[in-house]
């Protein structure tokens, strides 16, 4: 199995500042016949499904706002909120879709300082 | 747009099985490439994937559940659905149901709103 490991486990960041979390692989993910990154970030509030907001490693998912961006390749990642609103309180999971089974990162609970 | 909707017992006991329904809404299950997962999250802690099933009846587990877990489809109700045997207080969780598109990415956009299920005597 890819072990995927998040930094940090929590974080707090002041509102309108930058929040940026990162994301490991325990082996590329990065699939040599694409050359695209099988690596997706969802966003999980209490209550809620997980939402995605990112996959192929950049690419932002329709409806979500552009201050989500995603950055990285083959192993290392980052998720990165470029000035933080109230609405982005949540769980944040990294996810690798290059091999079977799906793994997920163990999330990084992001907080408003 | 395609929604998901997770129906089953809440309160199971040990040793017994776990048998929970995704009802497939605003589209079919057979259409195009997706692939329909069970995904689950104990209290506090993060998420893991079960398996997933094909609406041709293919399926894969995760290795650690396999000996226990079936997913099942049934395309006339477009339901699939997840049997756990021999459960413990270790399968309590939040159970999702969710989609991913073979064709678009393997990544999950589409969830149900979770059951959640409770192993107890």
């Known amino acids: 199995d890819i072990v995927m490991t998040q930094s940090p486990e929590s974080l707090a960041v002041s509102l309108g500042e930058r929040a940026t979390i990162n994301c490991k692989s325990s082996?590329?993910?990065?699939?040599?016949?694409?050359?695209?990154?099988?690596l997706a970030w969802y966003q999980h509030k209490p209550g809620q499904p997980p939402k995605v907001l990112i996959y192929?490693?950049?690419t932002r998912e329709s409806g979500v706002p552009d201050r989500f961006s995603g950055s990285g390749s083959g192993t290392d990642f980052t998720l990165t909120i470029s000035s933080l609103q109230a609405e982005d309180v949540a769980v944040y999971y990294c996810?690798?879709?290059?091999?079977?089974?799906?793994?997920f990162g163990q999330g990084t609970k992001l907080e408003i300082k | 747009q395609v929604q998901l909707q997770e129906s089953g017992p809440g309160l199971v006991k040990p040793s017994q099985t776990l048998s929970l329904t995704c009802t497939v809404s605003?589209?079919?299950?057979?259409?195009?490439?997706?692939?329909w997962s069970w995904i689950r999250q104990p209290a506090g802690k993060g998420l893991e994937w079960i398996g997933r099933?094909?609406?041709?009846?293919?399926?894969n587990y995760n290795p650690s559940l396999q000996s226990r877990a079936t997913i099942s489809v049934d395309t006339s109700k477009n339901q699939f659905s997840l049997k756990l045997t021999s459960v413990t207080a270790a399968d309590t969780a939040v159970y999702y149901c969710?989609?991913?598109?073979?064709?678009?990415?393997?990544?999950?956009?589409?969830w149900g709103r979770g059951a959640l299920v409770t192993v107890s005597s």
């Open positions: 969710a989609r991913y598109s073979s064709s678009s990415g393997r990544y999950f956009d589409i």
């Open positions: 605003g589209g079919s299950l057979s259409s195009g490439s997706a692939y």
């Open positions: 099933i094909y609406a041709g009846g293919n399926t």
């Open positions: 082996q590329s993910v990065l699939y040599s016949s694409d050359n695209r990154n099988y």
């Open positions: 192929w490693a950049s």
């Open positions: 996810q690798q879709y290059y091999s079977s089974p799906h793994t």
